[in-house]
């Protein structure tokens, strides 16, 4: 079985900085495809960003093209996503995800394994 646990979510202000964290269990960990997603109240679960295990592809939303980073550490079992400039339009439940297909697929749908989610909220 593999579980998720998100940390690192916070108040901050428009403009700053979070890093938020994913710990994956599971021993075949460095295989799956690793993805953030957001979501707020009565909306979809949004994609962010994704990263083959390899790290061969690695895709953003738009929206925060140029200020997330997503990061994964196989040796650590860990995948972090760093979130620069900030906006309140970045406010949301972050969820990491799993994929055993390691497809980098950007829908929620195929996604195997999820954390708990971490609330980020941004000030203006």
């Known amino acids: 079985q593999v579980q998720l646990v998100e940390s690192g979510g916070g108040l901050v202000q428009a403009g700053g900085s979070l890093r938020l964290s994913c710990a994956v269990s599971?021993?075949?960990?460095?295989?799956?495809?690793m993805a953030w997603f957001r979501q707020t109240p009565g909306k979809e679960r949004e994609f962010v960003s994704t990263?083959?295990?390899?790290?061969?592809?690695?895709y953003y939303a738009d929206s925060v093209k140029g200020r997330f980073t997503i990061v994964r550490d196989n040796a650590k079992n860990m995948v972090y996503l760093q979130m620069n400039s900030l906006k309140p339009e970045d406010t949301a439940v972050y969820y990491c995800?799993?994929?055993?297909?390691?497809?980098?697929?950007?829908?929620?749908?195929?996604?195997?394994?999820w954390g708990q989610g971490t609330q980020v909220t941004v000030s203006s």
């Open positions: 995800a799993a994929d055993r297909i390691n497809g980098a697929s950007m829908r929620a749908g195929d996604y195997d394994y």
């Open positions: 599971g021993r075949t960990f460095s295989r799956y495809g």
């Open positions: 990263r083959t295990w390899s790290g061969d592809r690695t």
